[in-house]
């Protein structure tokens, strides 16, 4: 059997857990070579994407979390202005109401001239829906700083501290609801954005938002997607676990019974967004073999150091490599990973986007990615990873600069409930008790 051939699922066990921190997760799965549906984050295979394509919008858990990847995403937050449970309720039925609408497509409405115009006309006459997802999760400051909504924060949800090589940007970070909105265009995205922006403007104030964009690239010679490329030039996105498996979706990503949140939570996921700038001048003048050992990866392959000849998916053996001679034990998959048989309980679901924002006032470029992860449980996933990351090499060349953590509202079952009815319904509980 090739190395893709081996499936995601048979080699979940030996992985253990997901690297993430300061900026790839370079622990292999396997993949197979010939799957029904693209995982995560597969790079999207060009010419395959249609502005027909359609997401479901209906359904227990929200679009935008297990989906795979399009070419383009962003990450927008906003200061939400409702001083009670009524006007809350309003702003999730409204915010309902648009997203239903950009995610399934439709004409524009043609209003009196005299008005202003129902829509951008950034897609014309018709919006098609072009793979368009909309992820609603809210912030730790939307329940802090409401007394009559604070009994019902998720349990783990608190505001994004500084981990020691970050340089947070007090205007690039936290708030009180964000959106994740996805699509196989950027056009798609920006017309999404601006429609919400329009629509609820009296709720809804936009903070601060980042773009993002994964490369488009044509399938390997056997069909099989290859991991898109992060600005450093790694392969990035071969290590996430399979989206498919339901179960183990329940166990990393989706919050249950078991995982001791509030009610209402039941169906949503931590969600955690960093900012995180490459150094890519400097990385450019490091030598190629200082780059691997960093990463603990071939630049070119992505193959583990300890297997060179192997596919980007063949896991490292560091039991063979206790004394980190092929694979450093400060490398950044290694630090992320250990394999220690503890590590399983930090897996975490990865979704991030390139971002290139320009030039700095240094005359640098202003590049790097927008990480995106999930879990059910924030401490034991992104945070936890993220300290074993803390003093690796890598640190030399990224610095976090924003972002925040989020939880991913439970989704909208039917086209008569709003986003977040089940919280809505325990905050009237809760004032009436």
């Known amino acids: 059997m090739s190395d893709r051939g081996h499936s995601r699922r048979a080699l979940l066990k030996s992985v253990g857990g997901l690297g993430v921190g300061g900026l790839v997760a370079a622990c292999p799965f396997a993949a197979s070579a010939a799957r029904a549906e693209p995982h995560v984050t597969d790079a999207p295979l060009a010419n395959r994407a249609s502005q027909e394509d359609r997401t479901p919008f209906h359904g227990a858990r929200q679009a935008g979390v297990v989906t795979p990847r399009p070419a383009h995403g962003m990450v927008a937050s906003f200061a939400v202005v409702a001083d009670d449970v009524d006007a809350l309720e309003a702003l999730f039925r409204r915010l309902t109401e648009r997203a239903a609408f950009l995610t399934a497509g439709g004409p524009v409405p043609e209003l009196d001239p005299k008005l202003p115009p129902a829509d ?14 909309i992820t609603v999760s809210l912030g730790a400051s939307l329940f802090d700083d409401r007394p009559w909504l604070a009994p019902l924060k998720p349990k783990r949800l608190t505001r994004m501290t500084r981990f020691p090589n970050d340089a947070l940007n007090a205007d690039l970070c936290h708030g009180d609801l964000a959106l994740q909105i996805c699509a196989n265009s950027q056009d798609a995205t920006i017309h999404a954005l601006r429609d919400i922006i329009k629509s609820i403007p009296d709720q809804l104030i936009l903070s601060w938002k980042q773009e993002g964009a994964v490369p488009v690239i044509a399938p390997g010679p056997d069909g099989a997607a290859e991991s898109a490329r992060n600005f450093l030039g790694f392969r990035d996105g071969s290590a996430n676990p399979d989206s498919h498996d339901e ?35 400097r990385w450019d003048r490091t030598p190629l073999a200082e780059q691997e050992r960093i990463m603990g990866r071939a630049k070119m392959s992505g193959a583990p150091l300890d297997k060179l000849s192997a596919s ?48 700095t006032k240094s005359g640098q470029l202003d590049q790097g990615l927008l990480f995106i992860c999930y879990q059910a449980d924030l401490d034991a996933g992104f945070i936890a990873v993220q300290r074993r990351l803390d003093g690796e090499p890598l640190e030399e060349y990224v610095k976090p600069v924003g972002g925040g953590y989020f939880y991913v509202l439970p989704g909208v079952p039917t086209p008569s409930d709003p986003y977040g009815r089940a919280l809505i319904a325990a905050a009237r509980a809760s004032r009436a008790g």
Do not use: C
Request: no cysteine; glycine share 10%.
């Open 120 to 133: 951008s006309g950034l897609l014309g006459p018709v919006a098609k829906p072009d793979g368009l997802t």
């Open 247 to 281: 179960t183990l979706m329940d166990r990393v990503v989706w919050v249950g019974d078991a995982h001791g949140e509030p009610d209402w939570a039941a169906g949503g996921s931590y969600q955690a967004v960093r900012i995180i700038r490459n150094f890519v001048e």
């Open 312 to 359: 980007e998916f063949v896991a490292p053996d560091y039991d063979r490599d206790t004394d980190g001679r092929l694979t450093p034990l400060t490398s950044h998959i290694r630090l992320a990973n250990p394999r220690d048989g503890k590590s399983d309980a930090n897996l975490i679901l990865r979704r991030p986007f390139n971002y290139s924002n320009g030039v």
